[in-house]
Nanobody, 123 residues
Framework: QVQLVESGGGLVQPGGSLRLACVAS????????AGWHRQAPGKERELVAR???????NYADSVRGRFIISRDNAKNTVYLQMNSLEPEDTAMYFC?????????????????WGQGTLVTVSS
């Protein structure tokens, strides 16, 4: 079974940092484009950052200069380094990725979401 598993959320004070990780688990797979979204209480889910298979980056204006998305292709993992955190960053953070499952005869392509990890920024 192929799934995305996030980790790294928690409670942090304003100005602090957290690093989220998202691992694609399963056999014979590779991660293509991947990104992080977040959803705060009472708000719609929004894109935070995205990285293509070639390393092209895209950030929401609200996090540009504070957050850094990166990936380790060998580990099928995407990271989100979050610095200078603000109370407005409090949300459930979800990983999203396009996955290729390599078959003997043909490949299968999936778009997956993780279960989410909670980030709370509060003093």
């Amino acid at each position: 079974q192929v799934q995305l598993v996030e980790s790294g959320g928690g409670l942090v004070q304003p100005g602090g940092s957290l690093r989220l990780a998202c691992v694609a688990s399963g056999r014979r797979l590779s991660m293509n484009g991947a990104g992080w979204h977040r959803q705060a209480p009472g708000k719609e889910r929004e894109l935070v950052a995205r990285i293509t298979s070639g390393g092209r980056l895209n950030y929401a204006d609200s996090v540009r200069g504070r957050f850094i998305i990166s990936r380790d292709n060998a580990k099928n993992t995407v990271y989100l380094q979050m610095n200078s955190l603000e109370p407005e960053d409090t949300a459930m953070y979800f990983c999203n990725a396009d996955i290729t499952i390599h078959g003997d005869d043909r490949n299968e392509y999936l778009e997956l979401w993780g279960q989410g990890t909670l980030v709370t920024v509060s003093s």
